[in-house]
């Protein structure tokens, strides 16, 4: 009797047929994990697998790719971290095939038949430069201790509505925020050498923690325009007014100053002013209110009158000419309509100071709002 074709049988029959053996548990980290790790971001960065004639660093990769899929114990480690498939069964593409089909020796390989397989120089990309230095996930060494906890109470609070995710914003990227990105969650945990760039923006390495237990030293801006692309921003929903304005208005060593968004009075004699009830000029200044208004009573853009300051705010962080248009915007059907001289002043509308104020909140906090003129009143969209 044959034992191996009896339990081969056995196994073959209805009752195993839902068995299946134990899903392999992620193991802790080791140096076959975070070679593949390295691969895995090879791949990410250049949208294509390690090449042996490359760079010895990517020579380097290549080879251990093709050890772990060799070796069935290493391929069993490693798959659980697998994200782009490459320890996968692949079928053979329909271009291998025929590759295949025309190098048998049943044809012929004339000049004609491998023409075939040349890509026309207008179809082929551009080499873009490598940058010199690619950002690695690894695993994260005390994930447990300090970072499980923060990831499963930011899904609690989802869940139970205490949090939301909102569209994200550049002014959102500070340390300890969370965010979605490509399903997943991440937190900020760490930013160094932050510095603003030409384009206005900050950028800086930082030390963004995976809740699959990997972690990242990422560029800023690079997690910007991944969360930009494919993610959100976790908002805490229990935070007061007050516990917001004295968030974003905390200022730190890396806030730089933008400018002023200012409201005022006008102090016109003219009937036609003095007569206007609730009727300020909303507007914008890198130099200080004092010094923008010094000549107003000789500039149309102020109605030819002195003026009054009724409510400032100093901008960090943003383009504060682009917070001033949002507002210009939302009141944009209350706008005053009058000739001053040769000019038509814009900033002028016709809305109550409490309501500018609260558009002002409402507008750091990220929230979409519309004005209602009738009911001279703020409304959530």
């Given at each position: 009797m044959n034992w191996d074709e009896e339990l081969l049988k056995l196994f073959d029959t209805e009752e195993f047929a839902g068995i299946k053996a134990p899903t392999r548990k992620k193991t802790s980290s080791d140096r076959l994990v975070n070679s593949f790790l390295e691969i895995i971001s090879f791949v990410e960065a250049n949208n294509r697998e390690p090449q042996t004639d490359g760079s010895i660093n990517e020579m380097s990769l290549a080879r251990t790719l093709g050890s772990i899929r060799k070796d069935e114990q290493k391929r069993a480690k490693c798959l659980p971290y697998d994200s782009l498939g490459l320890l996968q069964e692949k079928e053979k593409t329909i271009d291998e095939q025929l590759i295949e089909l025309f190098n048998d020796p049943l044809y012929s390989s004339s000049s004609e038949v491998q023409d075939m397989f040349e890509i026309p120089d207008y179809m082929k990309k551009a080499t873009i430069g490598r940058p010199e230095y690619i950002a690695q996930r690894v695993v994260c060494e005390d994930f447990e201790n300090k970072y499980a906890g923060g990831f499963k109470d930011v899904h609690a609070k989802l869940n139970d509505g205490r949090y939301k995710l909102v569209k994200f914003k550049d002014e959102h990227l500070k340390t300890g925020a969370y965010f979605l990105v490509d399903g997943m969650l991440?937190?900020?945990?760490?930013?160094?050498?932050?510095?603003?760039?030409k384009d206005y923006k900050l950028d800086g390495r930082t030390l963004c923690i995976y809740e699959n237990g990997l972690q990242s030293d990422v560029l800023l801006q690079s997690l910007a325009k991944a969360i930009y692309s494919g993610g959100y921003s976790v908002k805490d929903m229990t935070l007061t007014d007050d516990d917001l304005l004295k968030k974003e208005f905390t200022i730190t060593k890396n806030d730089i100053p933008s400018g002023h968004i200012y409201v005022l009075r006008s102090k016109s004699t003219n009937p036609e002013i003095a007569s206007i009830k609730d009727l300020y000029k909303i507007g914008?200044?890198?130099?200080?209110?004092?010094?923008?208004?010094?000549?107003?009573?000789?500039?149309?853009?102020?109605?030819?009158?002195?003026?009054?300051?009724?409510?400032?705010?100093?901008?960090?962080?943003?383009?504060?000419?682009?917070?001033?248009?949002?507002?210009?915007?939302?009141?944009?059907?209350?706008?005053?309509?009058?000739?001053?001289?040769?000019?038509?002043?814009?900033?002028?509308?016709?809305?109550?100071?409490?309501?500018i104020e609260q558009a002002v909140n409402y507008i750091i906090n990220g929230q979409p709002i519309a004005y209602d003129a009738q009911l001279k009143k703020i409304v959530l969209l």
């Open positions: 991440v937190l900020l945990a760490k930013m160094e050498g932050v510095a603003r760039k914008f200044t890198t130099q200080t209110v004092e010094e923008r208004i010094a000549n107003a009573k000789n500039d149309a853009t102020y109605l030819f009158a002195d003026v009054e300051i009724v409510a400032s705010w100093q901008v960090f962080n943003i383009k504060a000419v682009a917070f001033e248009n949002l507002i210009h915007k939302l009141f944009s059907h209350v706008q005053l309509k009058l000739s001053a001289g040769d000019s038509n002043p814009k900033e002028w509308f016709i809305v109550p100071l409490s309501i």
